[in-house]
């Protein structure tokens, strides 16, 4: 009886030391107003970021960071020719043990600069000259931003909610959603769907492996996909659509075409074409159900293997149609194609 008493003695022990072993504690923190600042730069470090505009004239800084392993950990910062510098300490080792906070309220008009190494970064209300995020593991969510913003991303989702000025996305892994944003906007991603709307400016798009929505948008557009569908719905805009392994399939849209599949079929509702447009498929149908009327056309459609129809006008091969103002080009190796 003595001895198991003694054992749930010494194991309540060794639970009390694990438990207050792997609780974290503040270890470094700061809260401090700064004037006169036009830009801040970040360094964070397992940690959270948090920038916030306001009408205020001073950046008010708070900040703190815990770890139950690296007491030593600092928040650094300083303020020299109208920038604010703020760096956090890096873990000499199991950064797993470490968590921050820094959260700034700043002028509107502050330009950001964001290094972020695991943690979520979020901007809102901005409207310095440019906003730059760049970050190796956490999710970005910006809002109402008027400036040009520029994100880089190892491996997290994008999120941006109300964007005026130039846009950069470049991504290896996430999803990211883009919605209201008016300008020239870039989008660059490995891993990862992508989904746009409300979007007013040149936009380009590139994939690796994943899906590509896009809607409502006043614009034209280049879209590259190696794997994954495109579905563009209610486009204002010349369209240049690439798909290496993935549909493309358009909704009421208007504009100039240039639709090139590998492997995956082209689909078309409620399209009107202003311009000429041409349509080539390696392997897949191509159907579009076209606004125009057929005296518009002039089609020149080829197929070394399927069915050619344009309005009630068939072939194999070959199809010659027309002697509209605006040409419409087709090749498919094998797929079918149909225009009405």
């Known amino acids: 009886m003595r001895k198991t008493h003694q054992l749930l003695t010494l194991l309540s ?102 290094k972020n190494t695991n943690g979520q970064v979020i901007l809102k209300n901005l409207s310095g000259t440019k906003q730059t995020i760049n970050t190796t593991l956490g999710k970005v969510h910006v809002e109402n931003i008027t400036a040009t913003l520029d994100v880089e991303t190892v491996s997290g989702d994008v999120t941006i909610a109300g964007l005026k000025g130039q846009l950069q996305v470049s991504a290896q892994l996430g999803n990211h959603v883009l919605r209201r944003i008016t300008g020239e906007s870039t989008v660059n991603t490995g891993r990862g769907h992508v989904s746009i709307s409300e979007h007013s400016g ?22 590259v996909s190696t794997e994954g569908d495109l579905t563009l719905i209610n486009i204002q805009g010349n369209i240049n659509a690439e798909s290496t392994s993935g549909k493309v399939n358009i909704e009421q849209a208007s504009g100039i075409l240039t639709i090139n599949t590998v492997a995956g079929s082209q689909t078309g509702k409620a399209v009107r074409l202003t311009g000429n447009s041409s349509f080539t498929s390696l392997s897949g149908n191509i159907y579009f159900q076209l606004s125009n009327t057929q005296n518009e056309f002039s089609f020149l459609m080829n197929s070394k293997s399927g069915m050619l129809k344009a309005y009630s006008n068939t072939g194999r091969r070959n199809l010659t149609l027309g002697s509209g103002p605006i040409n419409i080009n087709t090749q498919t190796a094998s797929g079918n194609q149909t225009f009405h």
């Open 202 to 223: 040149p936009l380009k798009v590139q994939t690796t492996s994943g899906r590509q929505t896009i809607k409502t948008m006043k614009g034209n557009m280049d879209l």
């Open 13 to 114: 022990c060794l639970l009390f030391i694990v438990h207050h072993s792997n609780s974290q504690s503040i270890v470094s923190s700061v809260e401090k107003d700064y004037p006169g600042v036009h830009t801040v730069v970040i360094n964070g470090y397992y940690s959270q970021v948090e920038v916030i505009g306001s009408s205020t004239s001073t950046v008010h800084l708070k900040a703190n960071i815990s770890s139950s392993l690296h007491p030593y950990l600092t928040i650094h910062h300083k303020s020299e020719n109208g920038t604010l510098s703020i760096e956090v300490d890096q873990p000499k080792s199991n950064p797993d043990n470490t968590k921050g906070l820094i959260a700034l309220t700043v002028p509107s008009r502050t330009n950001i600069v964001v």
